[in-house]
């Protein structure tokens, strides 16, 4: 029902700036919360942020705040992750996720998803 597509990963040096995009397909796209997850190598997969249907409520992993904004544009069936001051941790492959939902009062679960997108390396050199 719903396909996501990531883009706009690469290579950067701390302290660089990056934007994510998600971009989804599918006529319910605002059924939908959509959660950013990164997994490094040798690491578990992890929850980065979470925005609800409407934008109205947004949650991150501590280790981001301050740092990365996640937003949506549901004019355009897309959802962003701008990602400030990277750090050399941050470098991942980063998914977007969407889960079917009324109500979104906490972060998607990384076993929650109903969708995944196939991934984008995000590098970052010191």
């Known amino acids: 029902q719903v396909q996501l597509v990531e883009s706009g990963g690469g290579l950067a040096q701390a302290g660089d700036s990056l934007r994510l995009s998600c971009a989804a397909s599918?006529?319910?796209?605002?059924?939908?919360?959509v959660g950013w997850f990164r997994q490094a190598p040798g690491k578990e997969r992890e929850f980065v942020a979470t925005?609800?249907?409407?934008?109205?409520?947004?949650f991150y992993t501590d280790s981001v705040k301050g740092r990365f904004t996640i937003s949506r544009d549901n004019t355009e069936n897309t959802v962003y992750l701008q990602m400030g001051n990277l750090q050399p941790e941050d470098t991942a492959v980063y998914f977007c996720?969407?889960?079917?939902?009324?109500?979104?009062?906490?972060?998607?679960?990384?076993?929650?998803?109903?969708?995944w997108g196939q991934g984008t390396q995000v590098t970052v050199s010191s």
């Open positions: 599918g006529r319910t796209f605002t059924n939908y919360a």
């Open positions: 925005i609800s249907r409407f934008g109205k409520s947004t």
């Open positions: 996720a969407a889960k079917q939902t009324l109500s979104t009062t906490r972060p998607i679960g990384v076993s929650e998803p109903d969708y």
